[in-house]
């Protein structure tokens, strides 16, 4: 069972691994739903770390229609991590009408080899997930990050547990969205997924001793929670008990 995190900065990424991460979605801005962490970020990750690192490849927040322009950043950055040795990227591109972008992924796919790809939850804006599903498998993307185009997993556990019947082993889904260890083991029991994604973070406060009062600016940031990352690894590893 792999249980796959998110890192939004560089000691999380260490937190991650210690705790019992698999592998390691690496992202920046959560509040925008995730775009793509600097290089910076990615290549001190990838030098400290041993587990497999996925940065997300997401110019903007947003909707996952792109333009030229920026499925060309997208395909920089994609080039900049393979350089480094990243093990895999996330990405994901929709037409107009909500069907999966088949020529940009492709030509963001073939910038990517040899890196798996993660097509990331663009997959739930789609508008149908039986046919993005077949898009997304003969194209040759690794996985499907989804959370059954509900808000969160366990919402979406039924349409999850139809795509993983329906893949046939051709490509991976996994379950994210709202995963923590209260809902780990239902969303696993249920869905049969082999793959786990959560981002198991939390607020965490500031250590600067100045504040200016009048900025009223709140400092917290989004860090690793490490004893919800060790239960949720405690509670896949107990699994042949469920």
């Not at 395909?75 to 990405?91: A, N, S, T, W």
């Not at 030509?107 to 997930?129: C, Q």
């Not at 366990?154 to 490509?171: A, H």
Request: proline share 4%; glycine share 8%.
């Amino acid at each position: 069972m792999i249980l796959e995190l998110i890192a939004f900065d560089y000691n999380s990424a260490l937190l991650a691994q210690e705790n019992g991460a698999d592998r390691l979605e690496i992202c920046d801005n959560k509040l925008e739903g995730c775009t793509t962490p600097s290089y910076g970020l990615v290549k001190l990750i990838k030098e400290a770390i041993q587990i497999p690192i996925f940065p997300m490849i997401r110019p903007r927040g947003g909707d996952f229609l792109y333009s030229k322009e920026e499925i060309h950043i997208m395909k920089y950055d994609i080039e900049l991590f393979r350089d480094i040795g990243c093990e895999g990227v996330v990405f994901g591109c929709l037409d107009e009408v909500g069907n999966v972008d088949v020529k940009r992924c492709e030509e963001l796919l073939k910038i990517a080899y040899p890196m798996k790809v993660t097509f990331h939850r663009a997959f739930d804006r789609s508008n149908d997930p039986f046919n993005a599903l077949r898009d997304i498998s003969s194209m040759g993307f690794s996985r499907i990050l989804t959370s059954g185009q509900k808000p969160t997993a366990l919402e979406g556990k039924e349409l999850i547990k139809e795509l993983i019947s329906r893949s046939e082993g051709d490509i991976i889904i996994i379950p994210g969205g709202g995963i923590n260890s209260t809902n780990i083991v239902e969303v696993f029991q249920f869905t049969g997924a082999q793959e786990i994604h959560s981002p198991a973070t939390i607020q965490k406060k500031s250590n600067m001793e100045f504040v200016n009062l009048e900025l009223k600016e709140n400092l917290e940031f989004y860090g690793l929670d490490e004893k919800e990352a060790r239960r949720m690894k405690q509670l896949l590893g107990a699994r042949e008990n469920y």
